[in-house]
């Protein structure tokens, strides 16, 4: 695809010292011909401006349980992309060859936002997912795109670690459903294992579920020995009930040794199932497993009357006991968005 590459290199500040990002709390100072933390944004000629408008690593069509979103379209198409660079250095990264790229040459396929939005039109997905690297680090490509889908009455959703700046929150109003990556619970995992700090991601999921209407769901990736002790899992859970309530779906996906932490065993299925049994009985009603083989685990259960209503099997839906958006078996409202 070819397109304008324009961008509007809107999110900075200037003083004598350089120019300042203010999309990430790491508001990167940046020289003349200076990339940030993230890569994906520089100064270029006294702005900062994002090196990946109109420009991509590639793209493909997923179904949307594979972002991971369980409540939103279930079983719908997505299109997915994303761009290179991250303002995360997580060490364990599963995407670490473009989050990590320090190259603009990968940055390979041209395509504009209106020609992602036909694109996502002409294979009847349901919906754009902004992803595979954080897309706030484009947010401007991101934020264009979404209004060219709403033409088509296509939905956007956000695959983000949100580390976001509270001066860039207005990202999030463009967007239909964000999943947020919560990737520990206490500020020694942020800072050994991402180089980075726990509370703006906390900020952020307060004011995404108390100040927005957007979809959120949340994902927490289970590291041996990093994240997974019973303490950690529970205050996790206890957290997000008592800040981001009951409703929003909670993912434990399973850690598979990647990039610079190889040094792990993947998630032993025993501590996925602890962290499933510790969310439910926090009172978290929607709980899933991923990254491993147990469709018990990944189906949607009615909240009040305990009945199996979606059935997932490799991210497809098997079996769909709903009525419209309630439990076909007892009438309970299932929280989110259904076709």
Known sequence: MNGDTSNS????SHDTQGVTCTLCPRACKLQENQHGFCFGRKNIHGKIESICYGKCTGMSIDPVEKKPLYHF????????FGTVGCNLECIFCQNWTISRCR??????????PAEIAAAAKHHGCRSVAYTYNEPIIWAEYAKDTAKECKEYGIKNIAVSAGYIAPEARNFWTVMDAVNLDLKGFTEEFYHKYCHAHLKPVLEN??????ETSVWLEVTNLIIPGANDSAGDIMALCDWMVKHLGENV?????????????????PTPLS????????????GIRYVYLGNVMEPSYEATICPSCKQVILQRDRFKISYNGMNGTSCSFCGTEISGNFL
């Open 73 to 80: 379209y279930p079983g719908s198409k997505v299109l997915s």
């Open 9 to 12: 290199g809107e999110n900075f």
């Open 103 to 112: 190259d603009e040459s990968a940055l390979r396929y041209y395509a504009s």
């Open 271 to 282: 501590t996925l199932k602890m962290a499933y049994q510790i969310a439910q009985e926090s």
């Open 249 to 265: 779906p909670l993912h434990f996906s399973a850690f598979r040794p990647s990039y610079r932490l190889v040094d792990r065993c």
């Open 205 to 210: 999921l307060k004011w995404l579920a108390q």
